[in-house]
């Protein structure tokens, strides 16, 4: 039986024994399937029935830049914002995205010159940055926008167009831009700025910053993400460019994600039924053990190292405390090149760095995953070191 709760340590390797040595452990995708346990706690607060008549139009709100987007979704991402604390709402525009994928692609177009320059804009990003982003920008061969790699070594003249995801994907860090010239504009990608993952160092004010269910409540089923933008300009753009794209975005699913954004901000204000835990104190807690974990297995494999983070204060948890991310940004030592590869061959699926734009030595690992899972990668890395030893 593999449902056991968190904090069973000792039982692992007996749960896991011969049974489960055989299993892969995918944890390749930031899936974040580790929350379906809260929420499956949270039935009657988060079930939404929706009537055949309803969601028939393709309009939500004809008087809003963003016409598709439901006011009872914007009036939650508003709240769980002052609830959190980290990030301005007051006089911005919310774009509703299907996912913060769709926004992203959005915002590129929205910010590229629409002149008849015949140069595409750059798009950086410090390495190591998130996969998916040269794979995007680069996707479609757009004559507006191009892939120009890592910021840092970024030297041209000319506008560009800087991603600062922070806390960044993969490794964790906190970012701020680092390129700095005139005719540049910066696109925040806040996916990972809640307090299970970061301290909420202060609201995040800046001109264009992402946001997303998939890893702030973990439904990333849902599809749904949100932009606040300054500038009503690039909100219509961005508007603009989900019309054409998709004519909207699916009002069930932003109705959804209404009702699980609502179930959040109470369980934080103690509104809903008192059984209920806040949900960033879960995720926090659960973070915690599971970065203790990892870094315990680590210790005793001898074989990888991780990140070292440095604490600061959180002003929503009322506590310093340091970085524990959605990803670890684990690293062989010694002489193995591949770690995916290596970690391959003991079952275990990650993504190399070189898809982060760095080294073959890193991977990046799913931490928000199942526990039976992420349970069965912590026993087999700290046994790691024996595997090392005895295998030819
Ligand atoms: N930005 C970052 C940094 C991410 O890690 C992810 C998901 N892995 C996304 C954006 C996309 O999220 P969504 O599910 O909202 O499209």
Same mark, same amino acid.
């Given at each position: 039986h593999v449902n056991r709760g968190v904090g069973k340590g000792p039982s692992l390797v007996v749960a896991h024994g011969g049974r489960d040595r055989g299993r892969v452990v995918n944890l390749d995708h930031g899936d974040p399937t580790m929350y379906e346990m809260f929420w499956k706690r949270m039935d009657e607060?988060?079930?939404?029935?929706?009537?055949?008549?309803?969601?028939?139009?393709?309009?939500?709100?004809?008087?809003?830049?963003?016409?598709?987007?439901?006011?009872e979704f914007a009036k939650q991402v508003v709240r769980i914002h002052r609830v959190v604390g980290n990030a301005v709402t007051e006089n911005r525009y919310i774009v509703v995205g299907t996912g913060s994928t769709q926004l992203y692609q959005a915002a590129l177009y929205a910010l590229a010159p629409t002149g008849d320059d015949p140069n595409p804009m750059d798009v950086v990003?410090?390495?190591?940055?998130?996969?998916?982003?040269?794979?995007?920008?680069?996707?479609?061969?757009?004559?507006?926008?191009?892939?120009?790699?890592?910021?840092?070594?970024?030297?041209?003249?000319?506008?560009?167009i800087e991603l600062v995801t922070s806390p960044n994907n993969p490794?964790?860090?906190?970012?701020?831009?680092?390129?700095?010239? /005139?005719?540049?504009?910066?696109?925040? #990608? @806040?996916?990972?700025? !809640?307090?299970? *993952?970061?301290?909420?160092?202060?609201?995040?004010?800046?001109?264009?910053?992402?946001?997303?269910?998939?890893?702030?409540?973990?439904?990333?089923?849902?599809?749904?993400?949100?932009?606040?933008?300054?500038?009503?300009?690039?909100?219509?753009?961005m508007t603009k460019f989900i019309e054409l794209n998709t004519i909207g975005v699916s009002k069930d699913s932003q109705l959804r994600a209404a009702k699980i954004l609502k179930a959040t901000s109470d369980s934080c204000e103690g509104i809903s039924n008192s059984k209920v835990e806040n949900f960033f104190e879960f995720s926090f807690n659960q973070m915690t053990l599971r970065w203790m974990k990892l870094r315990a297995a680590v210790?005793? /494999?001898?074989?990888?190292?991780?990140? #070292? @983070?440095?604490?600061? !204060?959180?002003? *929503?948890?009322?506590?310093?405390?340091?970085?524990?991310?959605?990803?670890?940004?684990?690293?062989?030592?010694?002489?193995i090149d591949d770690c995916e590869g290596f970690l391959k061959k003991q079952k275990i699926l990650t993504r190399s760095g070189r898809h982060f734009g760095a080294s073959p030595k890193y991977v990046r690992v799913s931490m928000l995953d199942r526990d039976p899972n992420f349970d069965l990668f912590v026993e087999r890395l700290s046994t790691m070191s024996q595997i090392e030893g005895t295998t030819p």
């Open positions: 607060e988060t079930t939404i029935v929706i009537p055949g008549w309803q969601s028939v139009s393709y309009f939500s709100d004809p008087g809003n830049p963003c016409w598709f987007m439901e006011p990003s410090v390495a190591p940055f998130y996969s998916s982003y040269p794979l995007m920008t680069d996707f479609l061969k757009s004559g507006l926008y191009k892939w120009a790699g890592d910021a840092k070594l970024y030297d041209k003249e000319g506008p560009y490794d964790g860090e906190p970012r701020t831009s680092v390129v700095n010239r /005139s005719q540049g504009v910066l696109i925040h #990608d @806040f996916a990972y700025y !809640w307090p299970q *993952y970061a301290p909420i160092t202060s609201a995040a004010d800046h001109d264009l910053m992402l946001f997303t269910v998939s890893k702030s409540t973990g439904h990333a089923g849902i599809r749904i993400g949100w932009a606040l933008v300054k500038d009503k300009e690039v909100a219509m753009k210790r005793k /494999s001898g074989l990888f190292s991780l990140p #070292d @983070f440095s604490s600061e !204060w959180c002003a *929503y948890n009322q506590q310093a405390f340091k970085p524990q991310p959605a990803f670890a940004w684990l690293k062989c030592e010694g002489e």
